[in-house]
């Protein structure tokens, strides 16, 4: 696959102090769509905007279609843009809005229509042509917005968090069209965001942000269900993973036993990592399971023992809030018999939970907090 | 109480409330007259005989002695109602006797001698002569024109170049940018008068005294502070990401201010220009500093010579006054629309 935007040691300080880029590179498959995700502040938009020249690189390159651009202004690098507040120009109706870019590129006047006409008939806003900005609602707006983009047939498509101005149910639809939209014009693209279920939903690839730094770069799934370090993991999934920091030690008769502040796991069977001592364990929500009364869900070890603290119905699924001592852990269901045990539940009652043994997550007790290799005792 | 509708009782608050509004009404009445007065009397004269006005009555405020309420009325009717127009008049046949006196001898091959005959002639006096000798007898379209050239350039170059620096000081942070734009500020606080001598002496160093281009370089940078400081705050209104879409599809960044940023600012720049045309337009100070030639003097100076030492003709002068205020009154009336906020919703997010 040809690698439409390479990014090469890129630095970007501020004010010669504040370091907001540390050495990022990154490869962009044609074709692709990469989303950029992290917590605000972490520099995912700063990047977006040095690859699109609005900002200065301090140090580094990046090239786009194999071409060096780093220096390059934002007109010659062939890229398009969908910014968070639309920046539609509001004293152009819809049609000069999207003709706006070509016409600066000297675009022949037959080709600017048909290509505005092919954009408002993807987008479905043929009949808002000769509105202005004012006119529209939020969702026509973003859709003239990436109209904008489409029209320019550009070799890059740079999203900016363009979902985050919709309200939320506008904000799902949008979403599913956007991926619907790469499915059809498998523009390359680069999207910003700090939503990971944006960033899971339309990614083929998700690069985590934290920090001016990379954390960890991969599939939507690959993140999910091997988290590179503490970080990757408590920022995809929702809700967030619970996280018990404590020992692992092998007792005298050989039982592996996981202990924290507020209680111990056996382990005996499950895959661990090698070397006793201090580590985090990661637990998704959904590998806390609660105990049913009968049939295949009350199966299982009673791992631990789970006070209701608070019960969130989202209808499919139960998110339960729970103490295990005075840790609170976040428990989810969306398996009708534990639902069932979940919702007769009433705040203070103690539930028997278990432990997913295939699903665990070890991390370093260390400050990165990398994720440990594990091995399964049968392998030994 | 008469115009309240039958069967209306007035209950006490509402007589209250009928008492408040009177007094209110009263006052702006008042007000009004206060303001329309002046007005009202320099259109009267500009229709009166210069004559009529020097020794008019109408200078002696209040009427002496026992004065009526009648005499009140009567007073300012007379101050505002040219009255002598309306008398019938027996027109004197002048013509005859001046033609008798003072015969011309008509060359038939002189082209000029229509001219003659026309100058030589004094023409019976109409309601509105004061307005046709402006521009019959004196430079008066000259002046105008002058004061046009000027005011347009001085607004035009003014607005421009207040635009680039406003833009600067709004998205682009440079070293002393705080400290220019504060040393802007106190350039405001210095009287005009005390710059005269320094500006005459910048504009003669540059040989533009006594042309266009040196009152117009003075006016256009006199407003620039102002304009500059309502340029910057409305540019700073204009979200910065518009400026970067632009760029995106194209634009350099000079492209992009004159493409996107401009456009938007209308308002702003109504404003601005409209300050620099009005202050240019009716300055009186830096022109009569710069300009010696009658040719290239604006209007503010060429009026000046109806009220000389020894003679005050008023009546020329109060013509003078209204037809300048023609072209900034329509000026006002056509840029009001341009002064309207708002332009900018809807581009972005709300």
Same mark, same amino acid.
């Given at each position: 696959m040809d690698v439409q935007l390479e990014i090469k040691n890129l630095e970007k300080t501020y004010d010669k102090k504040v370091k907001v880029l540390k050495d990022i590179n990154l490869q962009v498959d044609k074709e692709e769509f990469l989303v950029l995700v992290g917590p605000s502040g972490c520099g995912k938009s700063t990047l977006l905007r040095t690859i699109a020249g609005l900002e200065s690189v301090t140090d580094g390159c990046i090239e786009i279609a194999g071409r060096d651009v780093t220096n390059a202004p934002p007109a010659d690098r062939d890229i398009a843009m969908v910014f968070q507040d639309y920046a539609l120009y509001p004293h152009m109706t819809v049609r000069e809005n999207l003709a706006f870019g070509l016409k600066m590129r000297k675009t022949p006047k037959e080709q600017i229509t048909a290509e505005i006409n092919r954009a408002a008939k993807m987008l479905d806003i043929e009949h808002l042509l000769d509105r202005r900005p004012a006119q529209l609602s939020g969702g026509q707006r973003q859709r003239v917005a990436i109209g904008r983009a489409i029209v320019r047939r550009a070799k890059l498509f740079l999203f900016d968090e363009p979902l985050s101005n919709l309200d939320a149910k506008l904000r799902s639809q949008t979403r599913i069209e956007l991926a619907d939209l790469h499915q059809k014009i498998h523009a390359t693209s680069v999207y910003v965001t700090h939503d990971q279920v944006e960033a899971m939903t339309l990614a083929d690839r998700i690069v985590v942000l934290n920090g001016g730094d990379i954390q960890q770069i991969g599939s939507p799934m690959e993140l999910y269900q091997t988290p590179g370090n503490k970080f990757v993991a408590s920022f995809i999934g929702s809700p967030n993973m619970n996280f018990f920091d404590g020992a692992l030690e092998t007792k005298t008769d050989g039982r592996r036993v996981f202990s924290f502040a507020e209680g111990e796991f056996d382990f005996t069977n499950a895959p661990l990592p090698k070397n006793d001592g201090p580590c985090t364990l990661g637990l998704r929500p959904e590998s806390i399971k609660v105990l049913a009364k009968k049939g295949r869900e009350a199966e299982g070890p009673v791992d631990v023992k789970v006070k209701v603290a608070l019960l969130e119905p989202h209808g499919h699924e139960n998110h339960l809030v729970g103490l295990i001592e005075s840790k609170q852990v976040i428990v989810r269901s969306a398996n009708p018999h534990r639902l069932a045990v979940m919702n007769s539940s009433k705040k203070g009652d103690v539930l028997e939970a278990s432990v997913d043994r295939s699903a665990l997550h070890w991390f370093a007790a260390d400050e990165l907090g990398e994720r440990l290799e594990t091995v399964h005792p049968t392998l030994n | 109480?008469?115009?309240?509708?039958?069967?209306?009782?007035?209950?006490?608050?509402?007589?209250?409330?009928?008492?408040?509004?009177?007094?209110?009404?009263?006052?702006?009445?008042?007000?009004?007259?206060?303001?329309?007065?002046?007005?009202?009397?320099?259109?009267?004269?500009?229709?009166?005989?210069?004559?009529?006005?020097?020794?008019?009555?109408?200078?002696?405020?209040?009427?002496?002695?026992?004065?009526?309420?009648?005499?009140?009325?009567?007073?300012?009717?007379?101050?505002?109602?040219?009255? *002598?127009?309306?008398?019938?008049?027996?027109?004197?046949?002048?013509?005859?006797?001046?033609?008798? *006196?003072?015969?011309?001898?008509?060359?038939?091959?002189?082209?000029?001698?229509?001219?003659?005959?026309?100058?030589?002639?004094?023409?019976?006096?109409?309601?509105?002569?004061?307005?046709?000798?402006?521009?019959?007898?004196?430079?008066?379209?000259?002046?105008?024109?002058?004061?046009?050239?000027?005011?347009?350039?001085?607004?035009?170059?003014?607005?421009?170049?207040?635009?680039?620096?406003?833009?600067?000081?709004?998205?682009?942070?440079?070293?002393?940018?705080?400290?220019?734009?504060?040393?802007?500020?106190?350039?405001?606080?210095?009287?005009?008068?005390?710059?005269?001598?320094?500006?005459?002496?910048?504009?003669?160093?540059?040989?533009?005294?006594?042309?266009?281009?040196?009152?117009?370089?003075?006016?256009?940078?006199?407003?620039?502070?102002?304009?500059?400081?309502?340029?910057?705050?409305?540019?700073e209104t204009v979200p910065k990401s518009l400026e970067d879409a632009a760029r995106v599809d194209g634009c350099s960044p000079i492209s992009a201010f004159f493409r996107i940023l401009l456009p938007l600012s209308t308002p702003a720049l109504a404003i601005a220009f409209l300050f620099s045309f009005t202050s240019a337009w009716t300055d009186f100070l830096l022109a009569s500093t710069l300009i010696d030639d009658v040719e290239l003097r604006p209007w503010t100076l060429g009026i000046m010579e109806f009220s000389g030492n020894f003679d005050a003709r008023w009546g020329l002068f109060a013509a003078g006054s209204v037809v300048i205020a023609i072209p900034s009154m329509m000026l006002f009336l056509y840029s009001a629309k341009y002064v309207v906020s708002g332009l900018t919703l809807g581009g972005v997010k709300g």
């Open positions: - | 109480m008469l115009l309240l509708p039958r069967g209306f009782s007035m209950s006490k608050s509402l007589s209250k409330r009928f008492l408040q509004l009177s007094v209110i009404h009263l006052l702006l009445t008042a007000a009004c007259i206060t303001a329309i007065f002046p007005v009202a009397r320099v259109v009267s004269i500009s229709f009166r005989n210069t004559d009529t006005v020097a020794t008019s009555d109408a200078f002696n405020f209040p009427p002496r002695g026992e004065a009526t309420f009648g005499d009140y009325v009567e007073f300012f009717s007379q101050a505002v109602i040219p009255y *002598e127009l309306f008398e019938v008049k027996e027109t004197p046949d002048t013509t005859v006797t001046v033609v008798e *006196e003072d015969p011309i001898l008509v060359d038939p091959d002189d082209p000029f001698a229509s001219l003659d005959e026309l100058d030589a002639v004094d023409a019976p006096r109409k309601w509105y002569s004061n307005y046709t000798d402006l521009f019959t007898k004196h430079l008066f379209a000259q002046w105008i024109y002058n004061s046009l050239v000027i005011s347009f350039s001085a607004a035009f170059i003014g607005v421009f170049l207040a635009a680039t620096a406003a833009y600067a000081f709004a998205r682009f942070s440079f070293p002393g940018k705080k400290l220019a734009g504060g040393f802007l500020f106190t350039t405001q606080m210095i009287p005009a008068p005390m710059m005269i001598i320094p500006v005459y002496l910048v504009v003669k160093s540059l040989n533009l005294g006594n042309t266009y281009a040196g009152l117009v370089l003075a006016m256009s940078v006199t407003t620039l502070p102002f304009s500059i400081m309502v340029l910057k705050g409305y540019f």
